[in-house]
């Protein structure tokens, strides 16, 4: 069954500026303009508003990272530029991701006043990017974009649903690319910190050449980067007791924790020179496991970009524009090794060959050590295309229609998970053998180090999940001057974009089915179409008057037909 769900969105607002000529400004120190750069009143677009004209601002603060900032910042990653704002706030992913929530491993996004993901809109060259991830995800990968390419980065540090719909509820991200040069350029970055880790790799080469019918450029972009081990910067995790910050560690320990019968939990031998079948009664203190040597800091990420943008003028009114881009993002994420007993109970009888105890016994955790940390591992393509045509009408009016499609697919999966049914059978005694060359061999969970090879080897695999996103839109706008009043032109924009999203994620089979040690997951797909139209308007009221350098009235309104997402 599917419906439709209508919205209208309005946004009206008078703004006042004293002492300001624009809500645009640059993080870096002020710059006065050259005088080059003082006669350029080309019409443009500002983030925050579709009207285009010099003398028309967006309807909030907008602040601008240029390709100058960024150069000097030496960063090779879009999200350590973005995380640094002041306006980020609140969770979003990036290269410290170890477990898959919501946007996949090693996903990198902006979450602009800590109102959410996919409440911050990310635009390329002001249109959408497909979200990207491990599939079915809510909001576009960072990654996909590299350095090199951007010319500078827009950020609108307040709400445009009315201008560029409901998910630009925080703010917008609008990167600007490069699209114009001659000739050849190469680059070289590398960095580290002063601990000799965490290093940073970049390479780039890109081509271009312009003439004044039009221009083309190519660029081919490598990143890659290091780890940093979270014991080399903390050697344990730290919990406040009794008003003072000590070392805390993991209930799962390496050993086993177990409830008796009895009601006493004892913790069994976790010295690899101890006696194989010792146990005592469980001290946090004494037996918890220290993460920090199993976690890092900084994850790795090796990144690979093709671009190609290019525009012609078919006539000295009409041009033609494209952009091709495609990434290669190959990530991975270190992680404690895993844990049995957390998602299925598992109970050993006081007879039990293994159990020393002489009492039935819940084995409540138990961290596979032997076999070392797990692995998580993403390899994520995007690819997105836009063919567009824009020009002019007249002095005062300019036009543009695009068609954008993105699309990513990624891989991703863990080594060293446990598959439970399996563990199950080498505790079974009437099915498992010690016996050379068995079939199931039995295991000792009872202690660290009794788990021989042979069962680590029948237990333990390596799961591979896969799953994606799609989008494809078609947008035109028309923006312009209606007429003149004593403080300047009446600006208006409107436009339609008609929008559809879809993603999918299946997970591993032994996922699906809960029989491996980590949360069951269910197979994932949906989509939906939507349809959209805006207006906005932009009146000034007053110019260079006494107390207000320049007041503006702006309004926008915004209709969204939206078929809801149907997950099967």
């Known amino acids: 069954m599917s419906y439709k769900r209508n919205h209208l969105a309005l946004a009206i607002g008078a703004l006042l500026s004293a002492g300001f000529a624009s809500t645009t400004f640059a993080q870096s120190t002020d710059t006065p303009p050259s005088s080059s750069q003082a006669t350029n009143l080309d019409a443009v677009a500002v983030t925050g508003s579709h009207i285009k004209g010099a003398e028309i601002s967006g309807v909030g603060p907008v602040t601008v990272i240029d390709a100058d900032e960024i150069a000097r ?30 946007n996949g491993y090693g996903t990198t996004q902006v979450n602009l006043r800590g109102l959410g993901i996919n409440r911050t809109l990310v635009l390329l060259n002001g249109r959408r990017v497909v979200n990207g991830g491990t599939g079915a995800n809510s909001s576009v990968d960072l990654n996909i974009i590299p350095v090199a390419l951007i010319d500078r980065i827009e950020v609108l540090k307040d709400g445009a649903s009315a201008i560029y719909g409901a998910d630009a509820v925080a703010g917008v991200v609008n990167i600007i690319t490069k699209k114009k ?66 070392c805390v560690g993991s209930s799962s320990t390496i050993g086993g ?136 009408i007249g002095t005062r009016w300019d036009w543009s229609a695009a068609l954008n499609w993105g699309r990513s697919t990624g891989v991703d999966g863990s080594t060293n998970i446990a598959n439970l049914d399996r563990v199950d059978q080498t505790l079974n005694t009437s099915i498992c053998s010690n016996a050379p060359g068995a079939d199931i061999p039995c295991g000792n969970y009872l202690g660290y180090g009794n788990l021989t090879p042979k069962v680590l080897d029948y237990i333990l695999f390596k799961s591979r999940d896969n799953g994606g996103n799609d989008q494809k839109s078609f947008t035109a706008n028309v923006s312009g001057e209606l007429f003149e009043l004593p403080a300047g032109f009446v600006g ?7 929008r559809k999203e879809r993603g999918w994620r299946d997970p591993d089979q032994l996922t699906v089915l809960g029989i491996a040690n980590t949360n069951k997951q269910d197979p994932i797909a949906g989509e939906y179409m939507a349809k959209e139209a805006f207006a906005e308007v932009a009146v000034p009221l007053l110019q260079d008057k006494f107390l207000a350098q320049s007041l503006n009235l702006n309004a926008a309104a915004r209709y969204s037909s939206r078929r809801p997402p149907a997950f099967e």
């Open 73 to 102: 910042s030496g960063v090779v990653s879009v999200e350590n530029l973005l995380q640094r704002l002041p306006a980020s706030a609140g969770f979003a992913g990036n290269q410290t991701n170890a477990y898959w929530a919501d």
């Open 181 to 246: 040069f001659n000739g050849v350029e190469a680059s070289v970055r590398y960095g580290q910190t002063f601990q000799q880790d965490g290093d940073e790799k970049a390479v780039d080469l890109a081509w271009g050449m312009s003439s004044d019918r039009g221009s083309l450029m190519a660029a081919i972009n490598y990143a890659e980067t290091g780890t940093v081990n979270m014991a080399d910067r903390a050697p344990c995790s730290l919990g406040e007791d009794g008003g003072k910050l000590e």
């Open 257 to 392: 924790r177990a409830l008796l019968a009895d009601g006493r939990r004892v913790n069994f031998n976790q010295d690899p020179n101890g006696a194989a079948n010792a146990f005592h009664t469980y001290s946090p203190a004494k037996d918890n496991y220290n993460s920090n040597p199993y976690l890092n800091a900084v994850n790795p990420i090796k990144r690979l970009s093709l671009s190609s943008f290019g525009n012609f003028a078919l006539t000295d009114e009409v041009r033609v524009f494209t952009e091709l881009m495609y990434t290669n993002r190959r990530s991975d994420q270190l992680a404690t090794p895993g844990a049995i007993g957390i998602y299925r109970p598992i109970r050993i009888a006081a007879n039990h060959p293994t159990n020393p105890t002489g009492q039935d016994l819940l084995l409540q955790r138990r961290r596979l050590q032997e076999p070392g940390p797990r692995h998580f591992y993403q390899d994520v393509n995007t690819f997105r295309t836009v063919v567009g045509l824009e020009g002019r």
């Open 492 to 498: 208006v924009a409107t436009g339609v974009e008609i």
